[in-house]
């Protein structure tokens, strides 16, 4: 596994240097040309793309692990029933998706949920429900990596999820030349990550075993299957809903209690953070296959898990530790010369603890676990939330790292500790 696991790590450092090269260089098109409170405008817009997610209804979860069963047993029946399914419902959810976009434009919401970034970026109800109804496509393309995850293809979402910010940029060069309105830049991370998913397609589809067949049509799937396919997949939604609020409402409440100047700020620093933790996700994607394996095989154990616990947590203090290091270089190469000094400290530990949640997280993936696991999350967020209250008039942006730091310790930590130890001893289902 080790060497697995630095293959990839080879592979995702480069990746992830050119990922983090775009991303640094739209921050720094965005804020020479328009000015830097754009950029935390921007930025807020393209948070929407963090909460769809939960429009995944947690369905392309349970597709990671009939994947690796198929890639296991070499049998894709289930899976292509499973894959069939999840097609069909998430085109419907994607439809529903744009169409709560055009009403809320209707009704005038986006400009409430925005608050004073909206300003910047005209008038929200009007472009709004076109970028929800990209996002509705964006849910219906998402089972490509997790079906590529499932195949132990890592390496090939590293890559596809590279391409994404590659583009971005330079689209965003493009259009920052010829004076595009601002909000155009909020588009292009999404159409290219679109792009990317469509594209990752491709090779999921060639990997199933046997070979690829038309997705069977809804008429003949039945009622039953629908309904047991969504019900799996609440436990992978309530995960994700966790996961999702815990880390990526942050925005959304600097937006309504902080300055656009903070937010903004917040915003760029964050990107480092995201940088990060990036790298460690697909770790922790080829771990999520590999500990499905081990579970397959009746191997997978609490004693695994603890000892690549306490490695991953050497792991995290040698990245946190990184990202502390290096936080003023990228400070200086964003055009940031004014930001607390909590918050390279802050970003590092948030970076160290999600390396250490690492292996236990990704070994808990049947539905209980995954239930489990977004209840802690949520009591996490509550936390959060309760500290953020307090911290952010003392702290500022730092504030909010600092709560998500507390609501880790306190509630996420014990909570995946708690159920590691209740695996099986001796690797059983």
Not at 34 to 39: L, R
Not at 94 to 99: F, H, Q, S
């Amino acid at each position: 596994m080790l060497k697995s696991i630095a293959s990839l790590g080879a592979i995702k450092i480069a990746a992830l240097a050119l990922t983090f090269l775009a991303t640094l260089g739209s921050i720094r098109i965005i804020t020479s040309a328009y000015g830097f409170e754009a950029y935390g405008a921007v930025s807020l817009v393209a948070t929407v793309v963090a909460f769809m997610p939960i429009a995944d209804l947690g369905l392309s979860i349970g597709l990671t692990n009939l994947a690796t069963r198929a890639k296991t047993t070499s049998s894709s029946s289930d899976l292509r029933l499973s894959l069939s399914t999840t097609i069909w419902i998430l085109l419907g959810v994607g439809i529903l998706v744009a169409g709560v976009g055009i009403i809320a434009g209707w009704l005038g919401v986006w400009r409430v949920i925005l608050g004073p970034a909206s300003t910047l970026l005209g008038n929200p109800d009007a472009y709004m429900p076109l970028f929800l109804a990209l996002c509705g496509l964006w849910v219906a393309t998402g089972p490509a990596y997790r079906l590529l995850i499932g195949q132990q293809h890592v390496n090939t979402v590293v890559v596809l999820q590279a391409v994404g910010p590659i583009a971005s940029v330079t689209l965003t060069a493009i259009a920052a030349g010829v004076g595009a309105p601002i909000v155009v830049f909020a588009f292009f991370p999404l159409v290219c990550s679109l792009l990317a998913s469509a594209l990752g397609w491709v090779f999921a589809l060639r990997g199933i075993p046997n070979g690829f067949r038309p997705p069977i049509a809804p008429q003949r799937i039945g009622r039953k299957r629908y309904a047991r396919v969504v019900q799996h997949g609440s436990s992978g939604l309530m995960f994700m809903l966790g996961g999702m609020l815990l880390f990526s409402f942050d925005r959304v409440m600097l937006s309504q209690v902080g300055s656009p100047v903070m937010l903004s700020i917040y915003a760029t620093c964050i990107s480092l953070y995201s940088a990060a933790q990036s790298a460690l996700g697909t770790i922790g994607s080829f771990l999520w296959s590999h500990y499905t394996r081990l579970r397959i095989q009746s191997e997978l154990t609490p004693a695994l898990v603890t000892r690549h616990t306490l490695g991953f947590a050497g792991l995290g203090v040698a990245v946190g530790g990184a990202v502390w290091a290096i936080f003023p270089v990228y400070l200086f190469l964003a055009g940031i010369s004014d930001t607390d000094p909590l918050m390279a400290p802050l970003i590092g530990l948030t970076v160290a603890l999600q390396a250490v949640l690492l292996p236990g997280t990704s070994a808990l993936t049947l539905p209980h676990q995954l239930r489990s696991q977004g209840v802690g999350m949520l009591g996490a967020l509550i936390a959060k939330i309760c500290f953020a209250i307090w911290l952010i008039p003392l702290l500022g942006a730092p504030g909010v790292m600092l709560a998500t730091i507390l609501g880790i310790v306190l509630v996420q930590i014990p909570v995946v500790t708690v159920l590691v130890r209740r695996l099986p001893q001796g690797g059983g289902r």
